[in-house]
């Protein structure tokens, strides 16, 4: 059995996500001859002040998150988005491409609490034999999975709009929220602000003690690059 840590990763988003925001709002007004460097912030700032957040929809972001089975029952409850996860109908965990093992996500909040934390490993463990008993005795895998953890590690990619996310931001990264997903999303919202600070300022919070850790595609990484040298170039 592998024990792992959570991960989310930016994939893509938008071509100059916030410019093409702007020119959305603009329309409403055709006051699109007002588009220049830095207007993008100043206009959607408005849009916020004003609540007209439906403008905010024009555009996606996509983002893998690696997490365990219970954060994404509740990702999934976020309707305007679209999904694709992990299915345990079709992955084999007691195949070679698997390891011949099944993979869980670590509980944060049993760190330096052994015994909670050697009951959590037995329990996977178990989960786990009882598995691999089963597929030894010709279960398939959809039928073999009704004995998996809720810890077990899965990949689901999530894409939604800007407003969506604002949303999943203000209710995944509040105190009320489970720890375990509050892990992912604290960071994740730090790594918004970076590369959108306008679109996700004044959502959510940024604070969690267990941060996970977050991760880039090259291609969420060429979109940025491209986009700063692009507003760059216009400045000069």
């Keep these: ?3 792992m840590q959570p991960t989310a990763e930016i994939m893509s988003a938008t071509p100059f996500l916030t410019k ?35 403008c905010l929809e024009h555009g996606a972001i996509t983002v893998r998150f690696i997490c365990d089975r219970g954060i994404t029952h509740e990702l999934v409850r976020h309707r305007l988005a679209a999904y694709s996860q992990e299915s345990t109908r079709y992955c ?12 869980v996500i670590e509980p944060f909040f049993y760190t330096g609490r052994d015994v909670e934390r050697a009951a959590w490993v037995n329990s ?4 786990e034999h009882s598995y691999m ?7 398939k895998a959809q039928e073999a999975r009704s004995v998996l953890p809720n810890s077990l590690k ?11 996310w604002r949303h999943v931001f203000m209710m995944r990264t509040s105190n009320a929220a489970h720890p375990q997903i509050r892990q992912i999303m604290c960071p994740l919202l730090v ?7 306008v679109l996700f300022n004044d959502v959510g919070s940024i604070e969690h003690s267990h941060p996970a850790t977050i991760t880039y595609s090259e291609l969420a990484k ?14 000069s």
């Design 222 to 235: 060429s979109i940025f690059e491209f986009e700063q040298g692009y507003l760059l170039s216009e400045a």
């Design 133 to 139: 008993t089963l597929l030894a005795a010709n279960s």
């Design 92 to 103: 084999n965990y007691g195949k070679g491409k698997f390891g011949n093992e099944i993979t």
């Design 1 to 3: 059995m592998k024990i």
């Design 154 to 164: 899965t990949e689901i990619v999530m894409t939604a709009n800007p407003r969506e």
């Design 191 to 197: 790594e918004f602000r970076k590369q959108w600070n």
């Design 20 to 54: 093409n925001i702007e020119a959305a709002i603009r329309t409403c007004y055709r006051s699109e001859d007002r588009i220049e460097v830095g207007s993008d912030v100043k206009i959607i700032e408005t849009i916020k002040t004003n609540k007209h957040e439906s």
């Design 124 to 127: 996977c463990e178990e989960a």
